[in-house]
């Protein structure tokens, strides 16, 4: 089995890593059922991957990774883990955001932040003032989010341009409607890893991911650590991305 060391020397001398990547973090459930531990333990555990991915992104200089941490149908979940997951969340944020101000990690947070428990969304707000100077890996949580929901708000954020004559219908085109999108300003993923081994896109990031990278794994998120990311990396560099057009043309 190759080296983990080895494996990361190998991607860096490759190169072309990508600068941004958009990640389900799916499993955690199973995982603690599989040890006959509560739901609520995977999720814990699952933090451990979260620190360890966000250290070796910061170190291979990924720009951009977004977390697919709570949906919008995440809500229809019994409430006693719902209730435990945003308690885990806040209690995380104001652990983490010191190490992650120290790393030069700048937070931020996409979704329907209002959804929130108070006390969880002031701690994000906090953390995103804190970080916002930072200059090195953004780390993206998709919180209370929903790419459809996402969608019809850029829509209706249009059309209210519209209906006050500040934009013409004639004038919308992808990057107007991207310029809406709770992720304006950031590239588009370059690569989705899903772990757990479901093969569903789940309400995330459609409109940004027309020609992203898919990496399924059947690693549950609080396995999935340094050996897998590089893995994932490691296969996406193998692949060719052609947006469309054939391969003689990108030569």
């Known amino acids: 089995m190759t080296s983990v060391e080895q494996l990361r020397q190998d991607i860096t001398a490759r190169g072309d890593l990508p600068e941004h990547i958009a990640i389900v973090m799916d499993g955690n459930g199973r995982w603690a059922r599989k040890r006959m531990l509560p739901r609520v333990a995977g999720h814990r555990e699952g933090i451990n991957s979260v620190r360890k991915v966000t250290r070796i992104c910061g170190e291979l200089d990924i720009k951009h990774l977004t977390l697919y941490t709570f949906s919008t149908e995440n809500w229809n979940r019994p409430r006693k883990e719902v209730s435990a997951i945003m308690q885990l969340l806040m209690t995380t944020i104001r652990a983490e955001v010191d190490n992650l101000h120290k790393n030069n990690v700048r937070l931020t ?17 906090e953390g995103m003032e804190k970080t916002a ?17 996402e969608i019809i708000s850029a829509v209706r954020k249009l059309s209210g341009l519209v209906a006050k004559g ?9 990057d107007v409607l991207s310029s809406q999108l709770y992720t304006a300003g950031m590239p588009d993923p370059d690569l989705l890893i899903r772990t757990g081994g479901e093969y569903r896109i789940s309400n995330f990031l459609l409109w940004q991911m027309a020609y992203t990278e898919v990496y399924i794994t059947p690693v549950f998120w609080p396995d999935f650590r340094e050996r897998e990311l590089l893995k994932a990396l490691s296969e996406y560099q ?14």
């Open 109 to 125: 947070v996409i979704g329907q932040l209002e959804d929130i428990p108070a006390e969880a969304r002031q701690g994000m707000i």
């Open 133 to 149: 100077g930072n200059s090195g890996l953004n780390l993206n949580l998709a919180l209370s989010y929903g790419s459809r929901q």
């Open 238 to 251: 193998l692949r060719e991305r052609r947006f469309g057009m054939v391969s003689e043309q990108l030569k």
């Open 166 to 174: 500040e934009l013409s219908v004639e004038d919308i085109d992808e």
